[in-house]
């Protein structure tokens, strides 16, 4: 009895913790793809990074008071609300840290006072999104008398199509803004094949992670969605392919690629539009 009921709450913390790192992806990768913020956090000076984390402390700390990115959302105690922030704000700094590795903006060359002042200017997106988690795509499990009555009647290919809809949509409102940017042709001459295989992999499973494992929008719902693509597995790579031609769409729609460049430049360029698109792509299935 014990041993499950301390396996309850492990698996509650890490569903917890898997929620809070997706709402902080949706929220912050936007920001990561920016090369001011980089410059601005290589060269803050220690005193700005500590202001920058005790700001970062306060807006979250409200912020759990109601909201927050575990399950339980009524009022919280001030001591229970400082724990949560100062895990919110551990989830803010691995994930952008990781993200920034990933992208070959930190490498072990990076000196350790710009690579500081990079993860904590990069973090404070991240950690405002990993405290607003459930306010994004919370749980709707109180409205779903009528949703489910209005959605059953849908044939298999119709759902696909809103499926693959909605993906696009999403990849759109998350990318658009950041395909006209010299972000792209930057990180794309900078990251090697290794780390492209890395980008694929991280962005299926930030894609899986928001639809199917982190409790958002009624996941179990999400789950029996009837379509073509039934299967989270294969859901989660058609919803991927599609952000990445969305992503090249848009690239080709900025003049960012042109049709006599060659494929490899086609497929650098939208590998790295891929990882944004694709985390869109994701919040745009939540929403349909």
Not at 60 to 68: A, D, H
Not at 184 to 195: F, G, H, R, Y
Not at 205 to 221: L, N, R
Request: glycine share 8%.
């Amino acid at each position: 009895m014990v041993k499950n009921r301390q396996k309850n709450i492990w698996r509650s913390e890490i569903n917890d913790i898997i929620r809070g790192a997706c709402g902080g992806f949706l929220f912050g990768i936007p920001l990561l793809y920016t090369m001011e913020v980089w410059w601005i956090g290589s060269l803050a000076k220690p005193q700005l990074m500590m202001i920058a984390i005790a700001l970062m402390f306060i807006g979250v700390f409200l912020l759990n008071q109601t909201e927050g990115f575990r399950k339980r959302r009524h009022r919280k105690r001030p001591n229970q609300a400082a724990m949560d922030t100062v895990e919110a704000i551990a989830i803010g700094l691995a994930c952008s840290s990781f993200v920034l590795f990933l992208l070959q903006e930190l490498t072990i060359a990076t000196p350790l006072k710009e690579a500081l002042g990079k993860i904590i200017f990069e973090s404070v997106p991240f950690t405002l999104g990993v405290a607003l988690a459930n306010q994004f795509l919370g749980d709707t499990d109180g409205n779903n008398g009528t949703g489910n009555e209005t959605k059953k009647p849908k044939s298999e290919l119709s759902a696909t199509f809103a499926d693959l809809g909605a993906t696009i949509i999403g990849a759109t409102v998350i990318a658009f803004n950041i395909a006209p940017t010299d972000e792209i042709p930057m990180l794309a001459a900078t990251v090697s094949p290794p780390w492209q295989l890395g980008i694929i992999a991280t962005s299926l499973i930030i894609s899986y992670g928001i639809v199917f494992q982190a409790g958002f929008s009624d996941q179990q719902k999400r789950r029996q969605q009837k379509g073509i693509f039934q299967r989270p597995s294969s859901e989660t790579i058609m919803s991927y392919l599609v952000s990445l031609l969305a992503g090249a769409m848009m690239l080709w729609f900025f003049q960012k690629l042109t049709w006599s460049d060659p494929w490899t430049m086609w497929l650098d360029h939208t590998l790295m539009l891929g990882l944004p698109a694709t985390i869109g792509g994701a919040a745009g299935r939540l929403a349909i």
